[in-house]
């Protein structure tokens, strides 16, 4: 158990974080490594850097997360960053959204054997959930780790966010680039920059630079999108 080399390093982060979180972190983070050794989780495959680029990258971005928010993290794969958002955040509410219906099975039962009642797991694919009406403007923050460029990323994501939504794209140091090529389309999604974060973590290194947008919905999204994914990746907006 990785409890506290978790602790200490997310305090020296300056995370707040309480001992039973640092418990349940470890626990994930243990899950995590065994079962990746059978299912292609994460590419991190070492516990001391899995705590560096994994759980501290998460952790510094859950404290933007607005107070009592319905989010949904879409493209969860391994369960980064909906889990350290479920232990960290206890006053949200987490749905985890990935289209591979292995790794929606992993993330539910390790939900359920860490006894987090926050959290939830669905298997669908983004662009055609967000047409659903159950699901399209329902949330209050929306996250993505790891899933595209900023260009695809809004569009499959902005769809989700009530107007006054928050959505939060965690990106490494290409991330104000990104945005920057992104600016169009996220304006004709409804959306509109409302922050850029940038921080580096503990061991240093350009490998190791982070970049937090946020991005908050100013008005519905049009309901032409989102476009099949194939439109998407080859004509971004």
């Not at 909906?82 to 006053?91: E, H, K, Y």
């Not at 920059?193 to 919905?217: D, S, V, W």
């Amino acid at each position: 158990m990785y409890t506290q080399t978790i602790h200490t390093v997310l305090t020296q982060n300056d995370v707040s974080v309480s001992r039973p979180q640092s418990e349940l972190l470890s626990r994930y983070l243990d899950t995590l490594l065994t079962v990746n050794q059978t299912m292609n989780l994460t590419a991190i495959r070492n516990p001391d850097e899995a705590i560096i680029k994994h759980l501290v990258d998460c952790a510094l971005c859950a404290e933007s997360i607005p107070p009592h928010a319905d989010l949904l993290d879409v493209g969860s794969g391994g369960g980064l960053p909906a889990f350290p958002f479920a232990i960290l955040r206890p006053d949200i509410k987490v749905t985890a959204l990935d289209s591979t219906a292995k790794k929606v099975d992993f993330l539910s039962q390790t939900g359920k054997t860490l006894g987090l009642t926050n959290f939830r797991a669905i298997c669908h694919r983004a662009e055609d959930l967000a047409n659903n009406r159950s699901y399209r403007e329902r949330y209050t923050a929306v996250s993505a780790r790891a899933v595209a460029r900023l260009n695809v990323l809004a569009e499959l994501c902005l769809p989700f966010l009530k107007v006054g939504g928050l959505f939060l794209a965690m990106k490494g140091p290409q991330g104000e680039e990104e945005l920057s090529e992104s600016l169009g389309g996220i304006g004709t999604l409804g959306g509109r920059p409302k922050g850029i974060h940038f921080f580096t973590l503990a061991e240093g290194g350009e490998e190791n630079k982070r970049t937090l947008l946020r991005i908050e919905k100013i008005r519905h999204t049009p309901p032409q999108f989102p476009r099949p994914y194939a439109r998407i990746t080859s004509h971004p907006l």
